[in-house]
């Protein structure tokens, strides 16, 4: 994994965070839906997590690499 994949992937994860994030809130705000809004925002917590798992792993990357493909 190269940095700009982990840090891709972290944009990826940090994207699905913030869109559980607000169907959470939608949920949150509908008496009929509230108690499905616990476990979306769970999930965007987990999402969440992902995307600093990959950022920091991004980071701990070197920026360039001299990776060669063998075939």
């Known amino acids: 994994m190269t940095r700009n994949e982990a840090l891709q ?3 990826v994860a940090a994207l699905h965070a913030r869109d ?3 169907e959470a809130e939608r949920l949150a705000r509908h008496e ?3 108690p499905k ?3 979306f925002a769970a999930a965007g917590t987990v ?3 992902t995307a600093q798992a990959y950022a920091a792993i991004g980071a701990a ?6 990776e060669t493909t063998e075939d």
């Open 61 to 66: 990357l070197p920026e360039h690499t001299d």
């Open 37 to 39: 809004a616990p476990a």
């Open 47 to 49: 999402w969440a997590h």
């Open 32 to 34: 009929d839906f509230r």
């Open 20 to 22: 559980l994030a607000v």
């Open 9 to 11: 992937l972290a944009r």
